[in-house]
C-alpha cells in the first residue's frame, strides 16, 4: 500500500518511471485508494482550454479513504492532537474512530440545516479540531468548501461568499490568539449583510464571548449536532466534481477561486505527504500553518489523514505565551515531523537560543519550510538550532494551485542543499523557460518557472471564471503552465526558487496582490492614486510599501499615513497592511500611462544606484522627489 520512497537510487527511478510513462505511474498509486468505481481513463487532458481530468469517470470519496480505509486498523490511533492558544487550556486528542463520528455527525446537522451536495460552505473558524471536522463533513456529503483565513476583514469575507454563491458560513463567536481574543462573530454578521445567498450561519462556542444570534440564520455548533446521528453513508463522487474552493491573491485586483477536485487532489496529497516527510506509522506530524491556506488543507488534514497519521494541531501563536511555545510542544508531544514557515523561523531568530535551551528537542527526525525563499542563514540557524544538524530540511515549493509539494528534497532520501527546494518528485516535470517561452536545458540556467506536464493535484480552473485559469496560468507560455515564480537550476542540476516575477508579493509567506493593496488604499477619500510594491523584510521576507498621491487638506502627513494603513487593514485584513506609506507628488509613468514599478521597488529598497534611464518617463522630475521624500537624498 505505501508507495514510499526508500532510497537515492529509488528516487531516480520512480521519477524516470513517472516521466515515461504517468499514466501507468498515477494508476499504481491510485489503486491504493478505495475506490466505488474504478476510473475508466487515467488522464485527459490540454493545457490550451485548458481542460485536465484525472482518473476519468472514477467514483470514490476522498472521507472514506481517511476513515472508512483505516478505521478497522486506527480506530483508536490519534488522528488530531490538538494543542490550544493557552497552555493550561486542557488539551485534545482525537481518534480516528472520534473524528469519523464526530464528522458523521456534523454531516446529518449540515444536512438537517439544507446544505446538499454541490453547495458552497465557507468556514471562517479557528484552528480547532472542528474546523478539520468542518471540512470533511463537507466533503463527505459533496457540499464544496472554501476556508477563508479568519484574519481577513468583513469586506474580503464577503467578496469571497458572493464570488462563490456561498449558503452557509461555519464560524465561531471568537478565536483567541495569542494574548487576543477576536470577535470572529461580528466580523462574519457584518459580512453577511452583503451577501445574499447566505441562508445559515452555525457558531461553535469557543471563547464564550457575547455574541448576537439571528433567529433564523444563526444556529450554534452545538444545538445543529444535538440528537444527530453519528453515522453516515458518505456520497459518491465523481472523481472530477469539486472538493474545494480556496481564494488566493494573484496580479489582478481581485483575489481568484482556486479549484481543486476530488480524485486527484486525494492521491496527490497523500503521496507527496508520505514521500517529502517519511512519514513512518506511529509518528507525531506537526505543520503549523492555519487551515486557511492550502498548506493547512494538504498538510494538515487531508495528506496526514490520508496517510493514516497523526497531525497535531496548535491554536496559536510561536511566541505565545513565550518565544519557545513552539519547542515547548514539540517536546511535550514527541513531534517527529515539523513543518513550518520561514517567516516563523527569522521572527523566532530574534529572541536567540535561549527559548530554545529548556528543550531537548531530540524528537525531531525531520523538518521542513514552506511559503518563501528561505534564505541561507534562517537555513543554517533552522537546521543547526532546531534540527540539531541531525535532520534533514526540506524546503518544499508549492502554490495554491499545484494542490501538493512540487519540488522538495523527500527528507533524509534525497540531498539537502541550503536554500534550495531541489529536486521535482516523481510525476512533476518542472522547466526552465526563457521570456520566449525556450526551454533553458542543463545546468546554470536562470529564467521563469513552468510545469510542462499536468499531475494529479492542479488547480482545473478558477471558480466562475475559466478565460482568468486559461490567462493567468496557461497563455504566457504554449502548453505549459506558468507558475509565476522565477527560478535557477545550479550547477549541480538543483533548483533554487528566486521568488515571484510577477506583481505578487509574500509576506510572511502570504500571498498579496498589489493591485489588491492599492484597490484598498484607493478606497481612501483623500487618496487620488496609489502604486504598491514589494521591499526587502527582515522579518517578513518581503513588506509592503505604498506610495500614495493624496489630497492632504485637513490632514496631516502622519494623520493621513495612518488613515491609510487603517483603511487597507479594514478592507483586507491585517495581513495587508502597508509597512510604509509614502505621500508622493506623482508617480514615475511612461508615456503610456504605466507605472515604471521598477523604479520603485529599487527606492523602496533604498538601492538608487542604478534607476535605469528615466529620460523617457512621461514625469521624469518625479523621480527625484520619490528619492528626495524616501530620505535617500
Ligand atoms: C512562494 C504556499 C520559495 C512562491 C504553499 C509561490 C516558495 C508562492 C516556497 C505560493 C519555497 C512557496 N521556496 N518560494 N519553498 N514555497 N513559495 O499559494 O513564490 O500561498 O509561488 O502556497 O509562495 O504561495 P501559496
Redesign the pocket.
Known sequence: MSHKIQTLSGYFHEYQKSVTNPEAFWARIAESFHWKKQWDKTLEWNFEEPDVKWFVNGKLNITENIFERHLYTKGDTPAIIWEPNGPNEANRIVTYRELYEMTNQFCNALEAQGIQKGDRVIIYMPMVPEAAVAMLACARIGAIHSVVFAGFSSSSLADRINDCEAKMVLTSDGNFRGAKQIPVKAVVDEAVENTPSIEKVIVLKRTGEEVVMKEGRDVWWHDAIQGQSSEYTAKEMDSEDLLFILY?SGSTGKPKGVVHTTGGYMVYSEYSFSNVFQYSQGDVYWCTADIG???GHSYIVYGPLLAGATTLMFEGVPTFPHAGRFWEIVDKYKVNQFYTAPTAIRALQVYGLEPIAPYSLDSLKVIG??????NEEAWHWYHDHIGKGNCPLV????????GG?M??ALAGITPNKPAH?SLPLPGIQPVIVDAEGNELKGNNVEGNLCIKFPWPSMLRTTYGDHEKCKNVYFSAYKNMYF???GAKRDHDGYLR?L??VDD?I?VS???MGTAEVENAINEHPKVVESAVVGYPHDVKGQGIYAYVICDMEGRTEESLKQEIKDTVRKIIGPIAKPDMVQIVPGLPKTRSGKIMRRILRKVASKDISNLGDTSTLLNPEVVDQIVEGAGLK
Not at 519550510?369 to 528561505?374: Q, T
Request: aromatic residues 10%; proline residues 3%.
Open positions: 488566493t491556506w492550502i498548506t519550510s514552506v511559503g518563501e525563499p528561505i524546503d518544499t515549493w508549492w502554490q495554491t494551485e499545484t509539494i519540488i522538495s527546494a507558475t509565476g515564480d526558487i521568488g515571484r505578487v509574500n509567506g502570504h500571498r
